[in-house]
């Protein structure tokens, strides 16, 4: 069974980082891609990141390319979302999810979920 859990949440001020953590394990196919996604109350699930499991490609949305980054540590089975330049707009619950397919922001793709991390931004 795949499990996926997020870590590293948590309140921080404008203007600072966090780095998010998406332990993976459970896969019974090769090469998973792995994205991190956010959602707003109300609001839909945003892409964010993906890292392709086959050659580490990586996609970014233009709304957080130079601010987000993405990698993965296999020997952990981690994947990490670095997140710089913090602002209130960041705040929402960031979920990891894996995909059996190259990397996509449609949130169809994934077929395993997280159970999500808060990160609330203050101002």
């Known amino acids: 069974e795949v499990h996926l859990v997020e870590s590293g949440g948590g309140l921080v001020q404008a203007g600072g980082s966090l780095r998010l953590s998406c332990a993976a394990s459970?896969?019974?196919?090769?090469?998973?891609?792995i994205g991190w996604f956010r959602q707003l109350p109300g609001k839909e699930r945003e892409g964010l990141a993906c890292?392709?499991?086959?050659?580490?490609?990586?996609i970014y949305p233009d709304s957080v390319k130079g601010r987000f980054s993405i990698s993965s540590d296999n020997a952990k089975n981690t994947v990490y979302l670095q997140m710089n330049s913090l602002k209130p707009e960041d705040t929402a619950i960031y979920y990891c999810?894996?995909?059996?397919?190259?990397?996509?922001?449609?949130?169809?793709?994934?077929?395993?979920w997280g159970q999500g991390t808060q990160v609330t931004v203050s101002s």
């Open positions: 459970g896969f019974t196919f090769d090469d998973p891609s």
């Open positions: 999810a894996a995909s059996r397919i190259a990397c996509t922001r449609l949130t169809g793709a994934y077929s395993y």
């Open positions: 890292i392709s499991g086959s050659d580490g490609s990586t």
